[in-house]
């Protein structure tokens, strides 16, 4: 009788885990300080290195915008980050890595952040471009 339940225990499981109701993710933090700096960057207008505006050691970020699916960003990233199949936050997803392991994942608060691809290293610096939004490059 052990052996059953733990056999339909094992088959339950697997068919959570199939049907994507059970799949690793990474932990998001939101209301991260680093909103704060960025809002600094965007009203001063002034450009900033965003390894300067972080509290952490890391040496490659990954952008994301609303609407980025998890296939994407697990294709980007090479680990999985998101349980939803899209990133449905009106805020920008920032991946942050060390030596090829996720440091720290952080929603930004507003999606005003931008950039031409999503991989960038410690070198990026944070730009105002346009009105209320900033640029990586």
């Known amino acids: 009788m052990a052996l059953v339940r733990v056999l339909i225990g094992a088959v339950l499981f697997c068919a959570l885990v199939g ?7 990474a932990d998001i933090t939101f209301g991260h300080p680093l909103n704060g700096e960025l809002g600094e960057v965007l009203d001063s207008g002034q450009p900033a290195m965003l390894r300067d505006l972080t509290d952490f050691d890391w040496d490659e970020v990954h952008l994301f915008n609303e ?57 990026v610096a944070v730009v105002p471009w346009g009105a209320g939004a900033l640029r990586l490059q």
């Open 19 to 25: 049907c994507g109701l059970i799949r690793p993710s």
């Open 67 to 123: 609407g980025a699916s998890r296939d994407r960003v697990e294709q980007v990233v090479g680990a999985p980050v998101l349980k939803d199949k899209y990133w449905e936050s009106s805020s920008s997803l920032l991946v942050f890595e060390k030596d090829g392991s996720i440091v720290n994942v952080l929603s930004i608060t507003g999606d005003y952040l931008r950039a031409d691809k999503p991989t960038w290293t410690s070198d």
